[in-house]
């Protein structure tokens, strides 16, 4: 299992999340963080300091965002396990999914 990032951190990235991951498994793309699912210990610091609530527990996302949970595993499909998102930097590009969003207007205006 692992916590996905769903719709409120596209085009957002607030990156509250990022500063309190204590394994540094959730990654930057274009358009929105990640999540690598085999780099998550499950541990939960990343959900409640994220200001949109964006972050969900895979068995907790809304049946409306379940999309988001296949775009966060494949997000990693051609990076791999890179072993930390500090190490690595941005990462470019983005999921097809989220690529093809709309432009999302920030919940933090």
């Known amino acids: 299992m692992t916590y996905v990032i769903a719709l409120p951190c596209v085009d957002l990235k607030d990156r509250a999340c990022v500063d309190e991951c204590p394994v540094d498994c959730i990654y930057?793309?274009?358009?929105m963080l990640y999540i690598h699912p085999?780099?998550?210990?499950d541990c939960g610091a990343c959900e409640p300091v994220c200001p949109v609530e964006a972050i969900?527990?895979?068995d907790d996302l809304p049946g409306?965002?379940?999309?988001?949970y296949g775009a966060n595993v494949e997000f990693f499909?051609?990076?791999?396990?890179?072993?930390?998102a500090?190490?690595?930097?941005?990462?470019?590009?983005?999921h097809p999914f989220i690529a093809a969003l709309p432009?999302?207007?920030s919940a933090l205006a």
């Open 28 to 31: 930057e793309g274009d358009r």
């Open 38 to 41: 085999d780099e998550c210990v």
């Open 56 to 58: 969900y527990y895979e």
């Open 64 to 68: 409306e965002w379940q999309e988001y």
């Open 77 to 84: 499909d051609a990076v791999g396990a890179p072993g930390g």
């Open 86 to 94: 500090a190490r690595t930097g941005p990462i470019p590009g983005d």
């Open 103 to 105: 432009p999302q207007e």
